[in-house]
């Protein structure tokens, strides 16, 4: 496995010497774990210079100071100079560069003596400039945000140290040397040499690739010969030892006690980090934008070309062709694209912060805004995840103290997981009547929580020094392994009979909105070795204990809201069917259909593909369970959303086309998100779906705007180039036509969207890109060759004398009509009278607009060629735009009955 690791980090990297740097620290970080495993934990401590009571907080200052923070490459934000470095590096930014350079050669370097002309540099260099520091400010800007909200949710670790015992610190603050507890749900922090572990399993599918769980065990040191010690070292792989703990990876289930060995770079996964930075696969926003991207670069690579030849050919004046082909070259160049994008995902994550979201992946808005399914866990998200115990019950169904004392003695010496059950047991009003009794009763051990159990136990030394098992769980687990019940005082087998009288008796108490917990016991006698799973049987059920979580009042609104956006929820919970029905109805959520976990477990793929798409609650799910929903929902061409906090839920979470988990999930949850909630609350989640689709919509203005014009503009020139006996407009004036339009487009983030827009779930769809612009384009070439023809016979504009006159005609009507036209496109309504443009369009378009009439009447205007415009000229350009947006209105009208779409 480690040769493997080596391999796919050879073909990742392109530099042989940071290839071999990585192979040393890789190597380095194996021998020193290898070499440890071998060792007893005695001398794992000696050599760590600690000890089982850990570090004092001088020390943990010294090794912080010595070994850095407990960070890897990766973790860390950009600092602000390699983000405006990489603000640079886009396609069409090298577009642009690469015509700046040619302009320069041509127009200086190779130009004769006094007729250098830098303009053209000056203009490209300014549009660069305009749309990179635009690209930077918002992408600092939105990091900047987030990075202050992620402050708020740094994950943690329980760590014992000589001078404040028992106690949680922020993983980066681990040093070698702590000793860290690790119970189920927990990210191992560091690389640790495990000390002691009680039914540990662990996840090390980060580093393996192994999805199923491994099982971890304290194994005492080898007793090898010097000889067999070192074979031992030679061939050993540490991804295979089985006392030893990697970062990155985590804990499924059980508890384990363990000495940090590395942290930081100096871990495995550290070794490894800056390796595989920047290699995450694209998503599906990122193959759009690519998508798109290409399509435009390959539009400008066919048409300037042609350009560059029929202007040669028919003229004869080959450098100014090139100048004027590399004019049109800039013009098609979208520049602004990565800004548009950027500035939009920027905004919105900066807006989702305001409102205590953090969106880890930018490009996780857009797969919000498409999301048309979302899965949600019921606890916390349809409930006020405020659980209070309401009802501890003997088998008779009365209220009874030692019931609540061995609840109580479970939940307070239990370790393994925190669980606002056990919060609520202890912190219930009676339980003073109980107080105490831990110290009569000292833990032993435990049997940690796992999801396929649903129950968790503790051993604790008996009044008679033996031991006593008591567990609590789910009613159908604990019923299952319970062969007695304790009834007033005496203990009688448990029948088929009982059974089935008290399931019934907790669905009743399901019924009434309890969520309800079996308590069990068992006398064994006392024993060094640990406790298993197998040792949960042959128990003597005592009573039940009832949890309330009443539901949210704002879900109900939250449901309709987001079956209003056109997103099917559906329910996924490990609670039961009584339970969740109740929920449900108090919510107004109707259940279509219900599924229990045993029965997918029942199911082909094929079979569960058809029973994803109608059925819209499951309960008692297990996390594979979950996993095969959301893949079955995929599988149907739907965008999967996940929300939940649970160890169970991770592996859903990564599953899922977006994944949604709150601050106080557990760090397995928080770490497999995209998009993090400070408050668990579904009507949060509704606005960031207006968000991701209020940011589509906007980006696709500009993409659809852009490519629509581009297409009829390049269709135009080639048209103006054979016929006409001069250009149609100088390269100079191209690029300043170019740059007005680029300031007109800043102001599209911050654009409205109209609201039947964002009803919708909204995806890439390069097919519809080329289509628009097929149709919409060849319209704006239509009413240049009207204004080609009133320029030429109506006012004269038809010798090289006057193409000054001709040039400043149709730049004045392309800018005005390019400008002019995003408010047509901008919306599927009556711009104007139905949809009107935010202030900031307005404003900038009106400016630009007001700035191309003004231009020719200006000695700006006079000094790169324009001439100033009759009187007469404005009649004509009023009527020419006016029969413009009728005509776009027309063909809107026409073209969303067509194809049932717009942007």
């Excluded at 103290?401 to 239990?414: D, I, R, T």
């Excluded at 594979?624 to 592996?651: E, W, Y």
């Excluded at 599953?655 to 999930?665: E, L, P, Q, R």
């Amino acid at each position: 496995m480690t040769a493997s690791l080596g391999n796919l980090l050879r073909s990742l990297s392109g530099h042989e010497d940071h290839r071999e740097e990585v192979d040393v620290a890789v190597s380095q970080a194996s021998e020193r774990l290898i070499r440890m495993s071998i060792m007893s934990p005695d001398d794992v401590l000696s050599e760590l210079d600690t000890s089982r009571e850990g570090l004092s907080s001088d020390a943990v200052a010294s090794r912080i100071d010595r070994f850095g923070k407990n960070e890897v490459a990766h973790e860390r934000t950009p600092p602000w100079y390699r983000q405006l470095i990489g603000a640079f590096i886009n396609p069409f930014v090298g577009i642009l560069f690469a015509l700046a350079v040619t302009s320069y050669l041509t127009e200086v370097v190779l130009a004769p003596p006094g007729e250098q002309d830098v303009t053209t540099v000056v203009i490209i260099t300014i549009l660069v400039l305009f749309s990179v520091l635009i690209t930077f400010v918002q992408e600092y800007q939105a990091s900047q945000a987030a990075d202050q909200l992620l402050t708020l949710v740094q994950s943690t670790t329980t760590v014992q140290r000589k001078d404040t015992g028992r106690s949680k610190v922020i993983t980066t603050s681990l040093v070698p040397g702590d000793i860290v507890h690790l119970a189920a749900g927990d990210i191992i922090p560091a690389d640790v040499y495990l000390l002691t572990t009680n039914n540990l399993s662990v996840n090390e599918a980060a580093l393996t690739g192994e999805s199923l769980p491994v099982e971890k065990l304290a194994t005492p040191d080898r007793d090898l010969d010097a000889s067999a010690a070192q074979h031992y070292l030679d061939s050993a792989n540490a991804l295979d030892l089985d006392n030893t703990g990697f970062m990155g990876t985590y804990v499924v289930s059980g508890t384990a006690q363990a000495a940090v060995i590395a942290t930081g770079n100096r871990s495995y996964f550290g070794s490894m980090s800056r390796e595989l930075v920047g290699h995450n696969p694209p998503t599906s926003f990122d193959k759009g934008v690519k998508q798109v991207s290409l399509l435009l670069i390959r539009f400008i690579v066919v048409m300037v070309p042609i350009i560059f030849l029929v202007n040669g050919l028919l003229r004869g004046e080959w450098f100014q062709a090139l100048l004027f082909s590399l004019a049109v070259a800039v013009g098609l160049t979208p520049e602004m694209l990565p800004t548009i994008v950027t500035a939009n995902l920027a905004k919105g994550t900066v807006e989702m912060a305001g409102r205590k979201t953090i969106v880890k992946r930018l490009s996780a808005i857009q797969n919000l805004g498409a999301m048309d399914a979302l899965c949600t866990d019921k606890t916390g998200t349809l409930t006020h995840d405020t659980v209070g115990l309401e009802s501890y019950l003997n088998v008779q169904g009365n209220e009874d103290l030692e019931v609540l004392k061995y609840a109580y003695l479970n939940s307070f010496h239990q370790t393994s997981l925190e669980s606002p059950m056990d919060d609520a047991v202890i912190a219930h009003p009676d339980i003073k009547w109980v107080t105490g009794t831990e110290r009569d009763y000292p833990r032993v051990n435990e049997i940690p929580f796992e999801t396929a159990r649903r129950r968790m136990s503790v051993i604790v030394e008996d009044e008679d020094n033996g031991h006593l098992l008591i567990c609590k769980g789910a009613t159908d687990e604990m019923l299952s392994i319970s062969n007695w019940v304790e009834a007033g005082g005496e203990v009688q087998p448990l029948n088929a009979e009982l059974r089935k009288h008290y399931a019934d008796f907790a669905g009743n108490l399901n019924e009434t909105g309890l969520r309800v917990l079996l308590v069990a016991y068992k006398h064994v006698e006392s024993r060094d070795h640990s406790y298993q799973a197998e040792d949960e049987h042959d128990l003597t059920l005592i009573g039940f204990i009832g949890f309330l979580d009443p539901p949210k009042e704002s879900a109900g609104a939250a449901m309709n809201t987001l079956q209003q956006q056109g997103i099917k929820v559906r329910v996924i919970t490990g609670d039961n069917e009584i339970v969740t029905r109740r929920i449900c109805g108090e919510i107004g959520f109707a259940v279509d259909g219900l599924l229990q976990g045993n029965e997918i477990d029942q199911m082909s793929d094929e079979e569960l593909w058809e029973a994803a798409e109608v059925v819209n609650v499951f309960v008692r799910m297990a996390p594979l369970q979950k996993s095969r929903v959301i893949n079955a929902l995929k599988h149907m061409g739907h965008t999967v959303g996940f929300l939940g906090d649970g160890i169970n839920d991770a592996p859903a979470l990564r599953d899922a086309d977006v994944g949604i988990s709150v601050d106080n999930a557990v760090d397995i949850a928080k770490e497999s998100a995209d998009i993090l909630l400070l408050e668990k609350d579904l009507l949060v989640l509704t606005e960031g779906v207006d968000r991701g689709r209020h940011v589509f919509g906007n980006i696709m203005k500009y993409i659809k705007i852009t490519a629509s014009s581009n297409f009829g503009n390049v269709f135009s020139v080639l048209v103006a180039s054979i016929f006409l006996p001069f250009a149609p407009m100088l390269p100079l004036h191209l690029l300043i036509q170019n740059l007005l339009y680029d300031v007109s487009q800043i102001a599209i983030p911050w654009d409205h969207v109209d609201e039947d827009y964002l009803r919708q779930p909204r995806r890439w769809n390069p097919r519809s890109i080329s289509r628009f612009m097929v149709v919409m384009g060849p319209i704006s070439s239509v009413f240049d060759f009207t204004t080609f023809a009133l320029m030429w016979y109506v006012f004269g504009a038809n010798t090289v004398g006057r193409q000054g006159l001709f040039q400043s005609g149709w730049f004045v009507l392309g800018l005005l009509s390019q400008t002019l036209i995003f408010h047509m496109i901008r919306t599927s309504r009556i711009p104007f009278l139905q949809s009107v443009a935010s202030v900031p369009v307005l404003i900038t378009t009106g400016l630009v607009m007001v700035i191309g009439l003004m231009l020719p009447f200006t000695p700006w205007g006079a000094a790169v060629g324009f001439q100033a415009l009759p009187p007469g000229y404005f009649p004509w350009l009023l009527f020419t735009l006016l029969a413009y947006c009728i005509v776009i209105q027309l063909v809107k009208v026409w073209y969303i009955r067509r194809f049932n779409m717009w942007l």
